[in-house]
């Protein structure tokens, strides 16, 4: 299909690589610079220009595109391309943006802005933040088939009980499939003999509950209740959403927030939310305050350095598990070197989210890891499909590719893949699978 994207930054740049290699791809950026080295960079058309502009949209045929999206930095910027591009033609346009200011609004009344699709940033990096808090030891959660299964990746480090197990030891979940591991940046299929070692990074799919299960091996405890200290550092929108979403599952956080204004904005929309006006970077007051017995931290600050500071505060006084937000994908690996539990980046998670939608009409979900090494996809198989009619070990054996059926929905019901079975029309298959190979089992569904 034919894809215009307006931006070139982190986000765009995800975006172009992924889908360069299927579609035809033209990215527009106000920076000559980054456009030319993206150009070689991703194999894609480039052009400099405002995206914005009219002028500049019908020179590439935006009007005409499958696919138009607008992922800059700049709210404002991204809703008017998606405006403009609608006045040339009906492509479906997909925005970011990072105040749900806008988000609100598209969601009372869809389409609005001349945007088919709008993906909030703070909300989404909120949302991924607390569903990973759910999970002792997870490092990526993802639902599938309506929420009837999950995908969860674990750092397993030398204290988890299952460190030097091999996976058949450590599977002992009726509805769990080990789908993989990821070492020293390699990905390897997992099989009964595979042995876990300590710093591996394991993907299992499967109910929430065996997920759950899981969890507590690799990591002995509790999920988050009542009980549980949670902590919020910084007041910002991601901060907010964060405590805000707790709330909705009825867990207290305290949040900690350094402008008065600010501080008293959120005490008012969080009823249920401990606000604290403080630095949290005042390593007297942290201990003052006991956030050394805190169960999960999160750092949500507005900047890395500051979090990389909090971070480094917290993990130091010995709270049990932080988990912090990392603007600059370039970051990442530098918490997590310092003992981040999990660093989250709000522009690769938007990515993700942009990359999993546009799929939708060929896959029900899809999720990335690890720096696209590999994709978890949801596929539902029409009558058609090559799949259909076929057994897993027959796919194993004849397929040339790196993957693993991890779960299957049907008729409402999680279906336990085994070697004899049958794949039939209308299941809702979730896939692990080494990222080049995806585009081969989405064209066979």
Request: with cysteine; charged share 25%; hydrophobic share 40%.
């Amino acid at each position: 299909m034919d894809v215009v994207i307006v931006g070139a930054g982190e986000v765009g740049t995800t975006i172009a690589e992924n889908f360069a290699s299927e579609h035809n791809v033209v990215v527009i950026d106000v920076d000559e610079t980054r456009v030319e080295e993206l150009k070689y960079q991703a194999d894609v058309m480039t052009l400099a220009g405002d995206g914005t502009s009219h002028t500049v949209l019908d020179s590439v045929d935006a009007g005409d595109a499958d696919l138009f999206l607008a992922c800059t930095d700049d709210d404002q910027t991204n809703i008017i391309s998606c405006g403009t591009a609608k006045t040339l033609g009906d492509p479906f346009t997909i925005a970011r943006t990072r105040s749900d200011k806008y988000f609100n609004t598209w969601e009372q009344k869809r389409g609005a802005f001349g945007v088919d699709f709008l993906v909030c940033t703070e909300l989404l990096t909120a949302e991924n933040i607390v569903r990973v808090i759910g999970l002792p030891s997870a490092v990526d959660v993802d639902p599938f088939a309506g929420g009837l299964v999950q995908m969860a990746e674990f750092e397993i480090d030398e204290n988890s009980p299952i460190a030097g197990k091999t996976v058949a030891e450590a599977d002992h979940f009726e509805s769990l499939t080990f789908a993989g591991l990821f070492r020293d940046g390699e990905m390897i299929i997992a099989k009964g003999s595979t042995r876990i070692q300590p710093g591996d990074r394991t993907v299992v799919i499967g109910s929430p509950e065996s997920v759950q299960g899981f969890a507590m091996d690799s990591e002995p405890g509790t999920t988050p209740d009542t009980t549980d200290e949670i902590v919020i550092i910084g007041g910002s929108e991601i901060g907010y959403h964060v405590a805000k979403l707790l709330e909705d599952r009825g867990l207290r956080s305290v949040l900690i927030e350094k402008d008065s204004d600010r501080a008293r904005t959120l005490a008012e929309e969080l009823p249920d939310t401990l606000v604290m006006e403080h630095d949290a970077t005042d390593t007297d007051f942290l201990a003052r305050e006991h956030v050394d017995e805190a169960d999960y931290l999160v750092s949500a600050l507005r900047s890395d350095e500051q979090n990389l500071l909090t971070s480094m505060l917290a993990k130091r006084l010995g709270c049990r598990r932080v988990v912090s937000v990392v603007e600059n994908a370039e970051y990442v690996e530098l918490f997590e070197e310092i003992g981040v539990d999990v660093a989250i980046n709000p522009r690769q998670v938007t990515a993700e989210e942009i990359i999993r939608f546009s799929f939708e009409s060929v896959a029900e979900n899809l999720a990335v890891l690890e720096n696209d090494r590999a994709e978890v996809v949801e596929l539902e198989l029409t009558a058609d499909s090559e799949l259909v009619g076929r057994s897993i070990q027959e796919l194993a054996t004849e397929l040339d590719g790196s993957f693993v059926i991890g779960a299957i929905s049907r008729d409402f019901s999680l279906v336990i893949p085994r070697g004899e079975t049958t794949l039939e029309p209308g299941d809702h298959v979730v896939i692990f699978a080494e990222s080049s190979f995806v585009s081969d089992l989405t064209a066979m569904q």
